[in-house]
């Protein structure tokens, strides 16, 4: 009888150790994940607007041995005149990653504006304001560093600003009416 407890205890042994290794790993490379997104977003913006790091790719030891790229969320701080913001960092490996794209969400000007969906249920940039159909766009599709995101109507008029405070130029991709506003998507390369 002795003979099968011993090795039994000493394989639960083994197996504890190394289960208490891999989790252990598996944060440090999660850890090792997030401050290169830190890093990303200081050569964005402010690294103090970033309220929480989702980083995507499991198991984080996997990824970072195998040098996998993952997707990192970053729930921000919203820019000023924002309402809601979330950058996306992009193929992200240890100490480097691709482009950042910026999901700035700003309020309607009015309250009873009503997205226009496609056939399918996706955004479009129009939404139903008063019973008229209004489109939205970008003012400008390029946005120098420090330069505000202003969307205007298909009148021309500004009916929403951010004040973005990023360090690199930008490029709005989209802008989209959605159920809780107006979404810009604004991509900043590495």
Same mark, same amino acid.
């Given at each position: 009888m002795k003979k099968l407890v011993i090795p039994t205890v000493l394989f639960s042994v083994i197996v504890v150790a190394l289960a208490t290794a891999a989790l252990f790993w598996d944060k440090e490379a999660r850890h090792a994940r997030e401050e290169s997104a830190r890093t990303a977003i200081s050569t964005l913006t402010h690294q103090n607007?970033?309220?929480?790091?989702?980083?995507?790719?499991?198991?984080?030891?996997?990824?970072?041995?195998? /040098? @996998?790229?993952? %997707?990192?969320?970053?729930?921000?701080?919203? $820019? *000023?005149?924002?309402?809601?913001?979330?950058?996306?960092?992009?193929?992200?490996?240890?100490?480097?990653?691709?482009?950042?794209?910026?999901?700035?969400?700003?309020?309607?000007?009015?309250?009873?504006?009503?997205?226009?969906?496609?056939?399918?249920?996706s955004f479009t940039d129009r939404a139903k304001v008063g019973g008229a159909e209004r489109a939205y766009k970008a003012e400008s599709?390029?946005?120098?560093?420090?330069? /505000? @995101?202003?969307? %205007?109507?298909?009148?021309?008029?500004?009916? $929403? *600003?951010a004040k973005l405070d990023?360090?690199?130029?930008?490029?709005?991709?989209?802008?989209?009416?959605?159920?809780?506003?107006i979404t810009a998507s604004v991509i900043y390369e590495k």
């Open positions: 607007r970033a309220e929480e790091i989702d980083v995507h790719g499991r198991p984080y030891v996997m990824y970072q041995a195998m /040098n @996998l790229k993952s %997707t990192v969320y970053v729930k921000m701080k919203p $820019a *000023e005149g924002a309402s809601k913001e979330t950058l996306i960092l992009n193929n992200i490996t240890d100490n480097d990653h691709d482009e950042i794209e910026d999901l700035v969400s700003l309020p309607y000007p009015e309250s009873d504006a009503t997205p226009i969906t496609n056939d399918d249920g599709s390029e946005l120098a560093p420090g330069q /505000n @995101l202003r969307i %205007t109507d298909d009148t021309g008029r500004v009916v $929403a *600003e990023a360090k690199k130029q930008g490029h709005v991709s989209a802008v989209s009416a959605m159920d809780d506003g």
